[in-house]
């Protein structure tokens, strides 16, 4: 798995990992934040939601074509600082005002701008790296233990903003309720009904260290000191950032001789040859790449409800606590130990000595013992937060990537008559496979919402019904199966196919297309509270099937322009 990679690999895999912590402490909370502070409506918060993941993974477009002139370290380096700006600028504490959104936004533009320049450019370094024809064949798994990386640090941030909330809440006297942010609101406005106000009246008297009786002063207070808490959890960014760059520039003699563009590469003596291509290659291969790009806005469409739709269905229609086996699910530690005990077990078979496989043996026994420890530790029931649920499709990310690569080797290395090169599919097949999988995963939430009132008819308040935690575990293990089908596939057909002075920009239009994916991902935000529940669903599930049928039907065009 790890054997024979280049040691680049995992200085640029680990830059990564520091940056994507951030990013994603800052997601999982992002939209809980804009509710609370600004009592935006589902729409209005998903608005301000897809445009900005649209322009995080729009900007490589220009990150691409401005690195494909000056180079791709620069870029990454350049990046780092104005997302740090951003970071700093989103975790200052201001009123729900006019300045305080002017400062928001700015917070996005610089975030948006900085991972335009960093995370394309630094995928082209990895892609990079495999042009050595010593390396070239690993080029696929390189690129699933790439994306295994950045899940390390996504799969931890849902934990760590959690646990800074919960530290800043406690400190006010308060403890995190779903309901009461948007009841807070609805009282301020003027708009809350009696059976609400009697819930808010209740909802105060449970909070452990309050001492005020004015549902009014308690309402802005609780707004208040929420959201101080979420600015705080974007703090983290700031520091996850500052390690990120640490590790680029220790470790940059490892990849020193990657941070070639296409003219770079041409004038030294010791980057990898270039690729000559005759400009008739070099259109069919990307008139390819950019069929490729079209199928996947769907998926990107429907994977992206994590920080919204999924999260209000985690919040309103889930249970609030966890019980039995389910609980180990919400024990960030308990989840890295049994994830990295998958990698472990593999070493006990691929280990060539005895001692070796004796010691992964050992190691993988503690890691089970302390996970099964931390479980007998834990409360039942265990009380659980919306955001939480976010930390499975990292966690499935980083237990499962192993398993997948194992899987796709050994069907590279079952050779026969009518599949000399094996029998591993494509990269298109394998992402058009990955489509007909998403759909599946909203099959699952079709199911979990039936009988459920529409968002509508909760008006702000939670389902007296709530579902039990495992319908969204299950929704997003399905989903993370699409993803691996998917996502690091894609970007290793892109590093790939992209003719050799276009990478950078072929790079920042694969992530455009998870930009205006991103953007769509708005559509179930816009319905909340104007169709059923299940109707959502219906629509994303939709759309992945139509998307991978017209996949498929690209197939063989795609393989050829390709070859």
Same mark, same amino acid.
């Given at each position: 798995?790890?054997?024979?990679?280049?040691?680049?690999?995992?200085?640029?895999?680990?830059?990564?990992?520091?940056?994507?912590?951030?990013?994603?402490?800052m997601?999982?909370?992002?939209?809980?934040?804009?509710q609370?502070?600004?009592?935006?409506?589902?729409?209005?918060?998903?608005?301000?939601y897809?445009?900005?993941?649209?322009?995080?993974?729009?900007?490589?477009?220009?990150?691409?074509?401005?690195?494909?002139?000056i180079?791709?370290?620069?870029?990454?380096?350049?990046?780092?600082?104005i997302?740090?700006?951003?970071?700093?600028?989103?975790?200052?504490?201001?009123?729900?005002?006019?300045?305080?959104?002017?400062?928001?936004?700015?917070?996005?533009?610089?975030?948006?701008?900085?991972?335009?320049?960093f995370?394309?450019?630094?995928?082209?370094?990895?892609?990079?790296?495999?042009d050595?024809?010593?390396?070239?064949?690993?080029?696929?798994?390189?690129?699933?233990?790439?994306?295994?990386?950045?899940?390390?640090?996504?799969?931890f941030?849902?934990?760590?903003?959690?646990?800074?909330?919960?530290?800043?809440?406690?400190?006010?006297?308060?403890?995190?309720k779903?309901?009461?942010?948007?009841?807070?609101?609805q009282?301020?406005?003027?708009?809350?009904?009696?059976?609400?106000?009697?819930?808010?009246?209740?909802l105060m008297g449970q909070?452990?260290?309050?001492?005020?009786?004015?549902?009014?002063?308690?309402?802005q207070?609780?707004?208040?000191?929420?959201?101080?808490?979420?600015?705080?959890?974007?703090?983290?960014?700031?520091v996850?950032?500052?390690?990120?760059?640490?590790?680029?520039?220790?470790?940059?003699?490892?990849f020193k001789?990657?941070?070639?563009?296409?003219?770079?590469?041409?004038?030294?003596?010791?980057?990898?040859?270039?690729?000559?291509?005759?400009?008739?290659?070099?259109?069919?291969r990307?008139?390819?790449?950019?069929m490729?790009?079209?199928?996947?806005?769907?998926?990107?469409?429907?994977?992206?409800?994590?920080?919204?739709?999924?999260?209000?269905?985690?919040?309103?229609?889930?249970?609030?606590?966890?019980t039995?086996?389910?609980?180990?699910?919400?024990?960030?530690?308990?989840?890295?130990?049994?994830?990295?005990?998958?990698?472990?077990?593999?070493?006990?078979?691929?280990?060539?000595?005895?001692?070796?496989?004796?010691?992964?043996?050992?190691?993988?026994?503690?890691?089970?013992?302390?996970?099964?420890a931390?479980y007998s530790?834990?409360?039942?029931?265990?009380?659980?937060?919306?955001?939480?649920?976010?930390?499975?499709?990292?966690?499935?990310?980083?237990?499962?990537?192993?398993?997948?690569?194992?899987?796709?080797?050994?069907?590279?290395d079952?050779?026969t008559?009518?599949?000399?090169?094996?029998?591993?599919?494509?990269? #298109?097949?394998?992402?058009?496979?990955?489509?007909?999988?998403?759909?599946?995963g909203?099959?699952?939430?079709?199911?979990?919402?039936r009988?459920?009132?529409s968002?509508?008819?909760?008006?702000?308040?939670?389902?007296?019904?709530?579902?039990?935690?495992?319908?969204?575990?299950?929704?997003?293990?399905?989903?993370?199966?699409a993803?691996?089908?998917?996502?690091?596939?894609?970007?290793?057909?892109?590093?790939?196919?992209?003719? #050799?002075?276009?990478?950078?920009?072929?790079?920042?239009l694969?992530?455009?297309?998870?930009?205006?994916g991103?953007y769509?991902?708005?559509?179930?935000?816009l319905?909340?509270?104007?169709? #059923?529940?299940?109707?959502?669903?219906?629509?994303?599930?939709?759309?992945?099937?139509?998307a991978?049928?017209?996949?498929?039907?690209?197939?063989?065009?795609?393989?050829?322009?390709?070859?």
């Amino acid at each position: 798995m790890f054997k024979g990679q280049p040691k680049g690999l995992f200085a640029l895999a680990l830059a990564n990992t520091g940056e994507r912590f951030g990013y994603y402490t800052m997601l999982a909370i992002f939209m809980l934040f804009l509710q609370a502070k600004f009592g935006f409506t589902e729409a209005v918060a998903n608005q301000i939601y897809a445009i900005f993941l649209a322009a995080v993974y729009f900007m490589p477009v220009f990150g691409g074509m401005l690195a494909d002139r000056i180079g791709y370290g620069k870029c990454v380096v350049t990046g780092v600082c104005i997302m740090f700006a951003g970071y700093v600028c989103l975790a200052i504490p201001t009123a729900a005002n006019t300045l305080g959104m002017g400062l928001m936004l700015l917070a996005l533009l610089l975030i948006a701008v900085g991972t335009g320049l960093f995370k394309g450019n630094l995928q082209v370094l990895v892609g990079n790296l495999y042009d050595d024809p010593k390396y070239a064949a690993k080029r696929d798994s390189a690129f699933s233990l790439f994306y295994m990386a950045i899940n390390i640090g996504a799969m931890f941030a849902p934990s760590a903003a959690t646990a800074i909330t919960n530290h800043f809440l406690g400190k006010a006297g308060l403890i995190y309720k779903a309901d009461i942010p948007a009841l807070a609101h609805q009282y301020l406005a003027g708009t809350i009904t009696p059976e609400n106000t009697a819930k808010l009246q209740s909802l105060m008297g449970q909070m452990p260290d309050y001492t005020g009786t004015d549902l009014a002063g308690f309402s802005q207070y609780y707004i208040d000191h929420l959201a101080s808490s979420y600015n705080m959890g974007f703090a983290v960014a700031c520091v996850s950032l500052i390690v990120s760059i640490a590790i680029y520039v220790a470790c940059r003699s490892w990849f020193k001789h990657a941070d070639v563009n296409a003219k770079q590469a041409a004038a030294s003596t010791t980057a990898a040859p270039v690729q000559e291509l005759t400009r008739e290659q070099e259109k069919s291969r990307i008139v390819a790449l950019i069929m490729v790009f079209a199928v996947v806005i769907f998926f990107w469409m429907a994977f992206h409800q994590n920080g919204s739709s999924l999260t209000w269905f985690a919040r309103d229609y889930t249970q609030s606590y966890a019980t039995g086996w389910t609980r180990i699910g919400f024990n960030i530690w308990a989840l890295a130990m049994i994830a990295a005990s998958v990698y472990t077990l593999f070493g006990v078979f691929q280990s060539e000595k005895s001692s070796g496989k004796i010691v992964c043996g050992a190691v993988t026994a503690a890691l089970w013992a302390g996970a099964y420890a931390l479980y007998s530790g834990m409360a039942n029931p265990l009380d659980i937060f919306p955001q939480l649920f976010q930390q499975f499709n990292p966690f499935y990310v980083v237990a499962l990537t192993p398993v997948s690569m194992a899987i796709f080797s050994a069907l590279a290395d079952k050779k026969t008559d009518k599949h000399p090169e094996g029998m591993e599919p494509s990269a #298109p097949k394998k992402i058009g496979m990955g489509m007909l999988v998403a759909a599946c995963g909203y099959l699952v939430m079709i199911l979990a919402s039936r009988g459920q009132a529409s968002p509508a008819q909760l008006a702000g308040t939670v389902s007296p019904d709530p579902v039990v935690p495992t319908w969204l575990m299950g929704t997003y293990l399905i989903l993370t199966f699409a993803e691996l089908l998917l996502s690091p596939m894609g970007i290793s057909f892109v590093s790939k196919v992209a003719p #050799p002075r276009f990478k950078g920009l072929m790079m920042g239009l694969w992530f455009a297309s998870t930009a205006v994916g991103n953007y769509l991902s708005s559509i179930p935000g816009l319905l909340w509270r104007h169709v #059923p529940l299940w109707a959502n669903w219906a629509i994303l599930m939709s759309l992945c099937l139509i998307a991978g049928a017209v996949m498929f039907a690209m197939l063989k065009r795609l393989e050829a322009a390709t070859k």
